[in-house]
């Protein structure tokens, strides 16, 4: 077959236009080469077992009996609720609680030396001293819990809260409890009755406990059982 010059134009132009679309080979790359990173590579076999930045690793074998939470953060898998969990970054912490115990720091963990008085002043936050509940206090690292007594005027105007043993303030063996130290909260003051001129380690939480509200807790229901929560909030669900 012969073409004239009108066939071998078309055919140049073919032949031009096929080159146009080629790829150019890559030294020491193959038709069969694997030109993806080994972990993209991984991916797409199913065989991925670690963790790569800006992946999403698979849960089984880089976090297992975990979940992914969105700020990118692992959080443990199954978590048991727990009512006295009091930190509210932990997964076993529960919001909005009806009942259960609150603390706070009043009085940071710390070193102070009394006088010759036996008074101390130590840092710390009164305000958060509740009228009554529980103090949980660490003297000389050993646990007391004290009971939070408050001290009102003749105009029901709360004049400060004592804990511990008031013989340290009154000197009168009748108000001895045994406890080495009282702790008198007044306005934003915090003073520490004990031995005169010793060095002590104090640090104390202050604790208020949450029960139901009233209508559902009778006078006698204290304390309050599982059971008896358990029938009490069925029967609010049955009234909503």
């Not at 963990?109 to 001293?129: F, I, K, N």
Request: proline share 5%.
């Amino acid at each position: 077959m012969q073409l004239d010059e009108n066939g071998l134009r078309v055919l140049v132009r073919w032949l031009l236009e096929q080159l146009g679309g080629k790829v150019d080979t890559v030294p020491g790359m193959g038709l069969s080469e694997n030109s993806l990173t080994d972990a993209d590579r991984l991916i797409l076999d199913g065989q991925y077992e670690g963790a790569v930045p800006g992946l999403v690793p698979d849960g089984r074998t880089a976090e297992p009996e975990t979940f992914l939470r969105a700020d990118g953060s692992w959080a443990p898998a199954g978590v048991q609720s727990d009512w006295e969990e009091q930190a509210s970054d932990s997964p076993a912490f529960i919001q909005n609680r009806p009942f259960g115990r609150t603390r706070f720091t009043v009085i940071p963990l710390q070193t102070v030396v009394t006088d010759t008085g036996g008074q101390a002043l130590p840092e710390g936050d009164a305000s958060l001293v509740p009228e009554d509940g529980e103090l949980l206090a660490e003297f000389d690292d050993i646990q007391y819990t004290l009971v939070l007594e408050p001290e009102y005027d003749s105009s029901g105007i709360l004049i400060c809260i004592r804990a511990g043993n008031r013989y340290f303030e009154t000197g009168q063996r009748a108000d001895n409890t045994g406890e080495p130290f009282c702790l008198i909260f007044s306005g934003s003051d915090i003073r520490l009755l004990t031995d005169a001129g010793k060095t002590h380690r104090i640090m104390a939480e202050a604790e208020i406990r949450r029960q139901l509200d009233a209508e559902w807790v009778g006078d006698a229901m204290d304390p309050i059982t599982d059971t008896e929560i358990e029938r009490l909030f069925a029967e609010a669900a049955d009234q909503a």
